[in-house]
T-cell receptor
Framework: DTGVSQDPRHKITKRGQNVTFRCDPI?????LYWYRQTLGQGPEFLTY????????KSRLLSDRFSAERPKGSFSTLEIQRTEQGDSAMYLC??????????????FGPGTRLTVL | TQLLEQSPQFLSIQEGENLTVYCNSS?????LQWYRQEPGEGPVLLVT?????EVKKLKRLTFQFGDARKDSSLHITAAQPGDTGLYLC???????????FGTGTRLTIIP
């Protein structure tokens, strides 16, 4: 399967702990996005990378959140000092931007975070 | 801030019936995408519409983009239990580079 993969699929942690999620995009895709989805809502944009450069961060991304894409391939999203309000599904998506064509984003299965 | 409102929020109908889901905004989008999401999974792309007034068909699903590119609809004919899921519309604008998702419509088809 050559789709977007995310690891882990589920994470349960205690308040105050740090967690890190990984996303492997579709091979050759130059853009990688992170979204957060709470129960019953649509996904909300967090941040995105073009190759290894982080080009935009949402106001939703507090100082406790950091994302990296060091070699322009996989990405990690770290949450420090987790809070119960961080409980959500964290979704990763990737796309190929080429010559001004439209952006079609392909999503991974998500990481479900539960903060106790 | 661009917002996409979907209606209805919840819909439960019998197998074989037809239904329409609406996605409305006060903002113009370069393109609009429809996704279906199963519980515990990521959204799966169904279609992208780009041109105002465009109609796309995917088997029993018909998608329409409004003339002004501010709204869209999804019509399902003869719904089947396999159509059950969360349907999400998402708008995209060049230069904004991120998807703005709608509030979602949770569809349940009763056998």
């Amino acid at each position: 399967d050559t789709g977007v993969s995310q690891d882990p699929r589920h994470k349960i942690t205690k308040r105050g702990q740090n967690v890190t999620f990984r996303c492997d995009p579709i091979s050759e895709h130059n853009r990688l996005y992170w979204y957060r989805q709470t129960l019953g809502q649509g996904p909300e944009f967090l941040t995105y990378f073009q190759n290894e450069a982080q080009l935009e961060k949402s106001r939703l991304l507090s100082d406790r959140f950091s994302a990296e894409r060091p070699k322009g391939s996989f990405s990690t999203l770290e949450i420090q000092r987790t809070e119960q309000g961080d409980s959500a599904m964290y979704l990763c998506a990737s796309s190929l931007i080429a010559g001004g064509l439209g952006d079609t984003q392909y999503f991974g299965p998500g990481t479900r975070l539960t903060v106790l | 801030t661009q917002l996409l409102e979907q209606s209805p929020q919840f819909l439960s109908i019998q197998e074989g019936e037809n239904l329409t889901v609406y996605c409305n905004s006060s903002s113009v989008f370069s393109s609009l995408q429809w996704y279906r999401q199963e519980p515990g999974e990521g959204p799966v792309l169904l279609v992208t519409v780009v041109t105002g007034g465009e109609v796309k068909k995917l088997k029993r699903l018909t998608f329409q983009f409004g003339d002004a590119r501010k709204d869209s609809s999804l019509h399902i004919t003869a719904a089947q239990p396999g159509d059950t899921g969360l349907y999400l519309c998402a708008g995209f604008n060049f230069g904004n580079e991120k998807l703005t998702f709608g509030t979602g419509t949770r569809l349940t088809i009763i056998p």
